[in-house]
């Protein structure tokens, strides 16, 4: 089992500085010693975003929980800027559904969506492979989305975290290349993890993709 219930110890995490030069777009950001990073307000739309970034064909995985609020999260990821940029919409619409939205120069819209939700307190792991025009999308090793955008994608870009009318935590962010198989970010050691099953469900998905179908 993937996701971990709320009372269940986080795996360590390197210190805060890590997302020292992320920077807040509203809302009530906190990243914590251990690495958890908090959005507090429950209404409004807001966005921690990670510096820029020319990352082309990357896994970026991280773990995520809604506190409170009506929605549960948004993942960024192949950002050029502030308007131009993929996100995940997790149990967006009310907790009813998972998206795929496009933003270039502002305008953003839902390129794949499907029925879903997510549970108050429950930690979730959440993966996204961007490929060339493809992207593919993870909710605790389940294949959510298998997008492969035609019209324009968007080639490179950092990432970022985001809630709207939600009140959530990340932790465990983690961006690898898929060429080099370099990690080019990362807030959690591993090495330091004492219990194994907290390293089990720390570590990025890395089951062979192709493998993967659409639950």
Known sequence: ETASNASDPLPESVP????????????EWQVTQDGLC???????????????????????SLRARQCHGAEGFLIVFRSADEQTFYWWNIAGWRNTEHAIEKSVNGTRHVVVRRPGKVESGRWYDIAIRAEGPRIRCFLDGVLIHDFLDQDGPLARG????GTYNTASDFTVLSVRDLASDRVLLQTTDMAEAEDAKQL?????????WDAWRPA
């Not at 950092?158 to 975290?161: V, Y």
């Open 158 to 161: 950092g990432i970022g975290l």
């Open 16 to 27: 805060s500085d890590a997302l020292s030069d992320w920077v807040p777009t509203g809302g």
């Open 200 to 208: 089990a469900a720390a570590r990025p998905v890395l089951l062979p």
């Open 38 to 60: 908090r959005q507090r307000l429950e209404k409004g739309y807001f966005r921690f975003l990670g510096p820029p970034a020319e990352w082309g064909d990357y896994e970026f």
